[in-house]
């Protein structure tokens, strides 16, 4: 198995620009996370789908960010315009069923630096 | 919310040494994960613990759950260069199977 798959892994931008971060989560897993991580605020829950319906998007820090799942293989997370303090490592993770007790498996991150 | 506080943030120790790193909750948690994430890497599970005074071990690693099921630690016996990182326990966030994830605990070991 390939694992979580995100893309890209690294990602400059200039503040104003939309950013879109993509994840392929585990074949057969049916609940999807995306995840914020900084220095300041640890590991943060930004949105949470199950069987690619939103489930918990109160970790959604504004409006300028979105996020979608139109089919079980693929999600993106979308910033717009991007601001300086976005930059941060944005993670993918997904687990089996999203019922609880599951491990999460997550992916490589994306390393997003606004300028 | 219900959150999950890590101590301590940072831990140097002497390879050989002994490490340990405390997990507390202020509610009752149905399950607590571990995760460990090696600088420039990403969180990988560990271990998942249930019941209440659950102790598990994988090779130098203990884990624990306390009896209330609020407070989790993990130690490390004789620690090696190959235990740096990032230490993260996570729990359900409110009535919810979110996990919600402590700041983590970051070690570093010299040799």
């Known amino acids: 198995d390939a694992g979580v798959i995100q893309s890209p892994r690294h990602e400059v931008t200039e503040m104003g620009q939309e950013v879109t971060l993509r994840c392929k989560p585990i074949?057969?897993?049916?609940?999807l996370f995306w995840y914020r991580q900084t220095m300041m605020r640890g590991l943060e829950l930004l949105i949470y789908?199950?069987?690619?319906?939103?489930?918990?998007d109160s970790g959604m820090p504004e409006d300028r960010f979105s996020a979608k799942m139109p089919n079980a293989s693929f999600s993106t997370l979308k910033i717009q315009p991007s601001e300086p303090r976005d930059s941060a490592v944005y993670f993918c993770?997904?687990?089996?069923?999203?019922?609880?007790?599951?491990?999460?498996?997550f992916g490589s991150g994306t390393q997003l630096s606004v300028l | 919310g219900q959150q999950v506080m890590q101590i301590p943030q940072y831990q140097h120790v002497q390879e050989g040494e002994d490490f340990t790193t405390y997990c507390n909750s202020s509610?009752?948690?149905?399950?607590i994960q571990w995760y460990k994430q090696r600088p420039g890497g990403h969180p990988v599970f560990l271990i998942q613990?249930?019941?209440?005074?659950e102790v598990k071990k994988q090779k130098r690693l203990t884990f624990q759950f306390g009896e209330a099921k609020k407070n989790s630690s993990l130690h490390i016996t004789a620690t090696q260069t190959t235990d740096v990182g990032t230490y993260f326990c996570?729990?359900?966030?409110?009535?919810?199977?979110?996990?919600?994830f402590g700041r983590g605990t970051s070690l570093i070991v010299h040799p």
């Open positions: 993770a997904s687990s089996l069923t999203g019922q609880g007790g599951e491990k999460l498996f």
């Open positions: 074949s057969g897993h049916n609940s």
């Open positions: 789908f199950n069987n690619n319906v939103p489930i918990d």
């Open positions: 509610t009752t948690l149905s399950n």
């Open positions: 613990l249930v019941k209440s005074g």
């Open positions: 996570a729990g359900p966030r409110g009535g919810s199977y979110i996990p919600t």
